[in-house]
């Protein structure tokens, strides 16, 4: 039948471990509609028509889990090697870093003092609760040094009067913690396989503590060294044997308690806690893991152990100003549970579709390459300043037909391609009117030309190379005096510093200025000159001479 038992737990665990490797496929990805709640889907809709940034937030499971460890105490009595606790819990995800968990915890401890205590007449279990005349006030020290305890009728007690503290506490609780995963958000890796946790929570605590104070005749436990001379009060290890061997495990006695005070239920009190943890768990699978985990509770109670009065040498004992707490180190077994839904998110790393995204551009819309281009010139209607250029002309890059001597036709019907200046205007093929050879041979004089030089200044600002709004107004009325003096020419001055990045930035600005007047006014490119002369003139400024 044990064999049974085992092979069944066996072929469960197999089963919830291999079912989840299953899934494959993309489940759970933002493009998984199966994952997402009708309550989200509005804002699932959003995203996935680029109205939204954000995804909705998925179904994820619920986490139930068992475990089983080490429980022990903290407080005025020595606890014995830690015993058996077990706790059972369910978990919820509110995000990728927070979770709600309610956990119900048992746990039983227990302690022993190796230290002798005289001083128990406050303390009901080891003194109300001992039959009559058994019972003892505290000790006082005499004059001369010896330490004398006396019952309750006046007389003295045996000097070797003694009690060991000891207690069995039997606990359980019920705490609601919040939890924070502290490693699920990862630059660098996908996915991990632990994750590390803390958290905090509130609770009750209801237990009920006993000790061992009488034999299995009911009579309270005497010193156990009087006949043993090897064994000393200052050996631990001695005492502690003794005691084990001379003690049951009855533990009949209702330990030192706060319920008058306190609230209780049935014959066990009942506390507020407060509690604080931290672990570590990592992943069988996508629906099993294992956690190794530290519980620290604190509940404002003295008496977990029994024991709440100090040790003193005379007088009445004194209340002890600590209160104890209780500890859970567990190994644990995690379970998750939903159908159509991914992992809790804590093992989700929430940068996953960001980092995607970024890598394969799913979500990223290319605008359509709308360039219409309907005189074939290579360039956009929207950016065509000549829109109706005849076909195979070939154009600059705004789509205006080229003319490199600046005759008035255009270089695809220009039968003469340069036609000098002298030789404008032009015919209609382009070809000039050159003066017959026999008008050279007795030249005559040309009258002088009475060429204007009231050009302006053009001004630029920094390093700028750019044309500003006034400088081609100015330029077009160079333009148009040139063009009323066709045999005219200028110059265009320019005045840099030393400095070869300066030289370099003037000849750029004498450059555009040029091509301005040839592509945009019409001047033919032998009008112009150029000219940047060092230390002439402002840097900034440039001037337009008539030759």
């Not at 009087?226 to 050996?235: A, D, I, K, L």
């Not at 533990?251 to 806690?273: F, H, I, K």
């Not at 391609?417 to 050879?437: F, M, N, S």
Request: glycine fraction near 8%.
């Amino acid at each position: 039948m044990v064999s049974k038992k085992y092979k069944f737990i066996l072929a469960i665990f197999l089963l919830l471990s291999t079912g989840t490797f299953a899934q494959v496929g993309g489940k759970g990805s933002v493009y998984d509609s199966s994952v997402i709640s009708a309550k989200k889907m509005p804002q699932q809709n959003e995203f996935w028509n680029g109205s939204y940034n954000f995804p909705a937030k998925p179904r994820n499971m619920w986490e139930i889990g068992v475990s089983a460890g080490m429980f022990s105490v903290s407080g005025d009595v020595s606890a014995r090697i830690p015993t058996l606790g077990f706790a059972a819990h369910v978990r919820k995800a509110f995000g990728y870093v927070f979770s709600l968990r309610l956990q119900y915890l048992n746990g039983t401890a227990k302690g022993l003092n190796w230290g002798a205590a005289y001083n128990f007449a406050k303390n009901p279990a080891w003194n109300d609760n001992l039959p009559a005349g058994k019972k003892y006030f505290s000790p006082q020290r005499l004059s001369n040094g010896t330490l004398q305890i006396n019952d309750r009728a006046g007389n003295t007690a045996a000097a070797g009067d003694k009690v060991f503290y000891n207690y069995k506490l039997k606990m359980q609780d019920l705490s609601l913690q919040g939890i924070i995963t502290l490693n699920n958000v990862r630059f660098h890796k996908q996915k991990t396989g632990y994750v590390i946790y803390a958290g905090g929570g509130i609770g009750a605590s209801m237990y009920k503590t006993m000790v061992n104070a009488l034999d299995e005749a009911g009579n309270p436990y005497r010193p156990l060294f009087n006949s043993q001379p090897n064994v000393t009060h200052e050996n631990r290890k001695d005492v502690l044997k003794a005691l084990k061997a001379g003690m049951d495990k009855s533990y009949e006695t209702p330990a030192d308690n706060e319920r008058a005070r306190r609230s209780d239920l049935g014959d066990n009190t009942l506390r507020p806690s407060g509690t604080v943890l931290a672990g570590i768990a990592f992943k069988l699978s996508t629906r099993v893991n294992i956690a190794l985990e530290d519980r620290f509770t604190i509940i404002k109670s003295d008496v977990l152990d029994g024991q709440r009065w100090q040790e003193q040498a005379e007088g009445d004992a004194a209340l002890t100003p600590d209160y104890d707490s209780y500890n859970y180190l567990s190994l644990g077994l995690n379970i998750n549970l939903g159908a159509k839904a991914v992992e809790p998110l804590w093992w989700v790393n929430p940068l996953d579709y960001a980092y995607d995204e970024l890598r394969n551009h799913r979500n990223v819309k290319i605008p359509k390459n709308e360039c219409s281009d309907a005189d074939g010139d290579g360039v956009c209607d929207h950016l065509d300043r000549e829109p109706n250029t005849p076909a195979g002309c070939p154009v600059d890059t705004h789509g205006v037909t080229r003319d490199t001597d600046g005759d008035g036709v255009p270089d695809c019907k220009d039968k003469q391609l340069i036609t000098p200046t002298e030789c404008q205007p032009v015919d209609a093929d382009g070809v000039g009117k050159c003066p017959e050879p026999d008008c050279c041979k007795n030249p005559v004089a040309p009258p002088t030309a009475n060429c204007p030089c009231d050009y302006p200044s053009l001004s630029f600002k920094g390093n700028s190379v750019a044309m500003s709004g006034d400088n081609k107004a100015m330029l077009a009325t160079v333009a148009s005096k040139l063009k009323a003096n066709p045999t005219c020419m200028i110059t265009i001055h320019g005045y840099p510093e030393a400095s070869k990045a300066s030289q370099a930035n003037c000849q750029k600005r004498l450059d555009a200025i040029k091509i301005y007047l040839i592509e945009k006014e019409g001047i033919s490119a032998d009008r112009i000159t150029t000219s940047c002369e060092v230390g002439g003139g402002d840097k900034n400024t440039v001037d337009v001479k008539c030759n």
